[in-house]
């Protein structure tokens, strides 16, 4: 909940534009998101109809929601799908390169075409660990990889966020992630690379990469359908979440903006 109050002593000049002020916050398009991922194939949830966004997402089901996601941005004409497309169908050739995983496993195709195109190169001690639910920092990795991001051009001249330090593995990663606004900082600004993914929080993350691609844009808008609400009299604007309930207090002296989710 948001209280946002005004003053007459703090009334700007007339001849001041409008001030907008905007709240970032977390999963506002979730129902987009698995609206959008699911038409398309990249989700497909569970038998008894459901999604499931808060369940833990580990490695395997990781690759495969990635490598579905590239081949609808791309119509499966750029290497990485190409490559899925023709592990899947030859999948009784399937070798894979980590001591842990089976050839016949369903995520084989999957890997596969990860460690060949080096997406994913395993552990030190030739493991895939494909059971072991993916954090931030791996999550972003694969992602970005599988849809060819130019990691190699980012320049890093300061650290992104205030837990990430310029010598982090990752450091590219999070920086482009940011810039794009593919993922939220916590309420102070942290990156926590070591969180932990769900379901829900890769969808979010796919939805929002592929929506600034297919567009051609740097960054995703997380309020580009967001409501405004605008006090001409005071010269300001809102604009918020359009899950939220905004009210006006009798007075009018205040608004609240409520987020109605449980």
């Known amino acids: ?6 003053h007459n002593d ?10 907008s002020f905007m709240w970032t916050l977390r999963a506002v398009h979730r129902g987009d998101d698995t ?15 459901t999604f499931r966004p808060d369940n833990a997402i580990n490695r395997a089901e990781l690759l495969k929601m990635v490598m579905e996601g590239q081949k609808v941005l791309t119509d499966g004409e750029n290497d990485v799908a190409k490559s899925a497309t023709e592990a899947m169908s030859a999948s009784a050739s399937i070798t894979v ?21 080096g997406i994913v190169v395993g552990y030190s001690d030739g493991t895939f660990r ?3 639910t993916v954090n931030l920092a791996e999550a972003l990795k694969i992602i970005l990889l599988t ?6 051009a980012v320049q ?9 330090s310029l010598d982090s593995w990752f450091v590219a990663y999070a920086l482009y992630s940011r810039d794009a606004n593919l993922v939220d900082a916590d309420d102070f600004g942290f990156f926590h690379a070591e969180t932990l993914m769900t379901r829900g929080d890769i969808a979010d993350i796919l939805y929002r990469l592929i929506s600034i691609r297919e567009a051609g844009l740097s960054s995703f808008d997380i309020s580009r359908d967001w409501p405004t609400f605008t006090r001409q009299e005071h010269h300001f604007s809102i604009r918020y979440p359009s899950d939220w309930a905004l009210e006006q207090s009798e007075n009018q ?7 109605r989710a449980p």
């Open 10 to 19: 703090y009334i700007a000049p007339l001849e001041r534009p409008p001030v």
């Open 97 to 117: 390169s980590f001591s842990d995983a089976e050839p016949s496993a369903w995520y084989a195709p999957y890997l596969q075409t990860a460690f060949a195109q």
């Open 147 to 152: 849809f060819e991001t130019p990691i190699e």
């Open 1 to 6: 909940r948001w209280i946002v109050i005004w």
């Open 156 to 164: 890093v001249s300061s650290a992104p966020y205030p837990d990430v």
């Open 35 to 49: 609206v959008f991922l699911s038409e398309n194939g990249i989700i497909q949830g569970y038998s008894d109809g």
């Open 253 to 259: 002296q205040y608004i609240e903006l409520i987020d």
């Open 130 to 132: 494909p059971s072991k």
